[in-house]
């Protein structure tokens, strides 16, 4: 396909996306299905400049004068795809595939820059509703923070310590460029690609065949090492999911003592079992999902309890920059109230002495900070453990400056520390 028509094909399956409402990997599949002639170079190109489009929706818009999927392809194309604003000027030529050509506005807008004093939510990408929470967070540094959330992101891995180390996957890995994270031990990350070039399919990797990695955002990993697992302890992940944290413990406990995994839906818990026996962890036992009675029948046994929240997940947009736009401010509370059931049961299952770690991957203060603040109004027998003491032993090193400015409780953004948006706080249970 020719680059007009690759435009033409992105501003058609956004369309889909946000005038359809359909999720941005169902549309840009259904369009693949639906146009068989185009090849993989095609499909990948297209999906980035979806994808680049919907991250820098508000500012791409704010420069064409229209928040059109037309308007939207064209001001993403020339970085998406690695060409000028006069090629892509050209490639809407009007023929069969391609968009009709550019108005003289649109053809200003794609060289244009946007204004000196350009409100946060547009230079920043993120909707105009949420300004007070990023700037409750982020205070003068909301647009910096919110364009770093619409950045390409890239790949990182977790090392499993149970199969491999950090320097055989460095090696296993060499030809796609991948690196030590900064911050996390264990972490290997595969820059993200430049232009129209596809991130390399590392799950297809035989060494991740044989269990030595998973794919794990470095704040991700810093959340689940910060929580404090070690060997012989009794932990509960309590919203495990797909696992990915409850892997990261065990690779840490290195297959001593007892991890129990939990979750409210079955279907987000299934894939845990094919990840489990290829990661080599044998302390995990897989509860019965959306068994309330039996989760709590455990009682307050653990030393870790791991709250990974269900959250409106605004740290991971620049790797789902279609939910960006389709959170809803109903969406806060909801989140909230659930966040808070998941907290009061692991309150309740901590033990004397033991630790509540809260995680979300969100940068909202509704979230995080307030959400901690008011369990500790509920909470009287637990206070907060700052992370800055846990760092040095946990994760090693100086503990970083947290994005928010909070001197006990963590928040990771990408324009501080290059990975998701993830919050974590340590909270700990008084001895009796
Ligand atoms: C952020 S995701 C977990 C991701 C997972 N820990 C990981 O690292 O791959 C949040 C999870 O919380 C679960 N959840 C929501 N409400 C819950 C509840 N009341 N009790 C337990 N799990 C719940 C959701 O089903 C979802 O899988």
Same mark, same amino acid.
């Given at each position: 396909?020719?680059?007009?028509?690759?435009?033409?094909?992105?501003?058609?399956?956004?369309?889909?996306?946000?005038?359809?409402?359909?999720?941005?990997?169902?549309?840009?599949?259904?369009?693949?299905?639906?146009?068989?002639?185009?090849?993989?170079?095609?499909?990948?190109?297209?999906?980035?400049?979806?994808?680049?489009?919907? @991250?820098?929706?508000?500012?791409?818009?704010?420069?064409?004068?229209?928040?059109?999927?037309?308007?939207?392809?064209?001001?993403?194309?020339?970085?998406?795809?690695?060409?000028?604003?006069?090629?892509?000027?050209?490639?809407?030529?009007? +023929?069969?595939?391609?968009?009709?050509?550019?108005?003289?506005?649109?053809?200003?807008?794609? +060289?244009?820059?946007?204004?000196? #004093? /350009?409100?946060?939510?547009?230079?920043?990408?993120?909707?105009?509703?949420?300004?007070?929470?990023?700037?409750?967070?982020?205070?003068?540094?909301?647009?910096?923070?919110?364009?770093?959330?619409?950045?390409?992101?890239?790949?990182?891995?977790?090392?499993?310590?149970?199969?491999a180390t950090?320097e055989k996957v460095l090696k296993a890995?060499? @030809?796609?460029?991948?690196?030590? /994270?900064?911050?996390?031990?264990?972490?290997?990350?595969?820059?993200?690609?430049?232009?129209?070039?596809?991130?390399?399919?590392? %799950?297809?990797?035989?060494?991740?065949?044989?269990?030595w990695?998973?794919?794990?955002?470095?704040?991700?990993?810093?959340?689940?090492?910060?929580?404090?697992?070690?060997?012989?302890?009794?932990?509960?992940?309590?919203?495990? #999911?797909?696992?990915?944290?409850?892997?990261?413990?065990? +690779?840490?406990?290195?297959?001593?003592? !007892?991890?129990?995994?939990?979750?409210?839906?079955?279907?987000?818990?299934?894939?845990?079992?094919?990840?489990?026996?290829? &990661?080599?962890?044998?302390?995990?036992?897989?509860?019965?999902?959306?068994?309330?009675?039996?989760?709590?029948?455990?009682?307050?046994?653990?030393?870790?309890?791991?709250?990974?929240?269900?959250?409106?997940?605004?740290?991971?947009?620049?790797?789902?920059?279609?939910?960006?736009?389709?959170?809803?401010?109903?969406?806060?509370?909801?989140?909230?109230? %659930? !966040?808070?059931?998941?907290?009061?049961?692991?309150?309740?299952?901590?033990?004397?002495?033991?630790?509540? &770690?809260?995680?979300?991957?969100?940068?909202?203060?509704?979230?995080? @900070?307030?959400?901690?603040?008011?369990?500790?109004? @509920?909470?009287?027998?637990?206070?907060?453990?700052?992370?800055?003491?846990?760092?040095?032993?946990?994760?090693?090193?100086?503990?970083?400056?947290?994005?928010?400015?909070?001197?006990?409780?963590?928040?990771?953004?990408?324009?501080? $520390?290059? /990975?998701?948006?993830?919050?974590?706080?340590?909270?700990?249970? $008084? !001895?009796?």
């Amino acid at each position: 396909m020719r680059a007009g028509a690759r435009i033409a094909a992105a501003a058609e399956v956004l369309d889909d996306i946000l005038n359809r409402h359909r999720p941005a990997p169902a549309a840009l599949a259904d369009w693949g299905k639906a146009h068989r002639f185009a090849g993989s170079g095609d499909r990948a190109a297209i999906g980035t400049l979806v994808f680049d489009a919907l @991250r820098r929706r508000a500012s791409l818009a704010a420069r064409m004068g229209a928040d059109t999927p037309r308007a939207l392809a064209l001001a993403a194309a020339p970085r998406a795809l690695g060409l000028t604003a006069e090629q892509v000027t050209a490639a809407a030529d009007g +023929s069969e595939h391609a968009l009709a050509p550019l108005s003289d506005a649109e053809r200003a807008g794609l +060289s244009a820059e946007l204004p000196a #004093g /350009t409100p946060a939510h547009i230079a920043g990408d993120f909707p105009e509703w949420l300004l007070p929470s990023f700037e409750r967070a982020f205070g003068p540094a909301a647009a910096e923070e919110g364009a770093a959330l619409a950045a390409r992101a890239p790949v990182d891995l977790r090392v499993n310590a149970l199969k491999a180390t950090q320097e055989k996957v460095l090696k296993a890995l060499e @030809r796609y460029g991948a690196t030590p /994270t900064a911050l996390a031990p264990t972490g290997v990350r595969v820059p993200a690609p430049e232009g129209a070039g596809k991130a390399p399919h590392l %799950e297809a990797e035989t060494a991740h065949g044989k269990g030595w990695f998973e794919v794990q955002d470095e704040g991700s990993q810093l959340a689940a090492l910060l929580a404090g697992a070690g060997p012989r302890m009794q932990v509960l992940d309590l919203c495990a #999911g797909a696992g990915g944290k409850t892997l990261a413990l065990a +690779s840490v406990m290195q297959n001593t003592g !007892q991890i129990y995994a939990y979750d409210a839906d079955k279907k987000q818990l299934r894939p845990i079992f094919e990840r489990l026996k290829r &990661a080599g962890a044998r302390n995990v036992q897989v509860l019965d999902a959306g068994n309330l009675a039996a989760l709590q029948a455990l009682g307050p046994r653990f030393d870790l309890v791991l709250v990974d929240a269900p959250c409106t997940g605004s740290g991971t947009w620049r790797r789902k920059p279609d939910a960006k736009w389709r959170v809803k401010a109903s969406n806060i509370p909801e989140r909230i109230a %659930e !966040q808070v059931s998941v907290l009061d049961v692991g309150a309740g299952l901590t033990k004397p002495g033991g630790t509540l &770690a809260y995680v979300t991957c969100s940068v909202l203060p509704e979230e995080n @900070r307030d959400q901690v603040a008011d369990f500790l109004k @509920r909470h009287a027998d637990f206070s907060v453990e700052p992370f800055t003491t846990a760092w040095g032993a946990r994760v090693g090193g100086e503990p970083p400056r947290s994005a928010d400015g909070a001197e006990d409780t963590l928040q990771l953004t990408p324009a501080r $520390h290059a /990975t998701d948006g993830f919050f974590i706080a340590l909270l700990r249970r $008084h !001895q009796q």
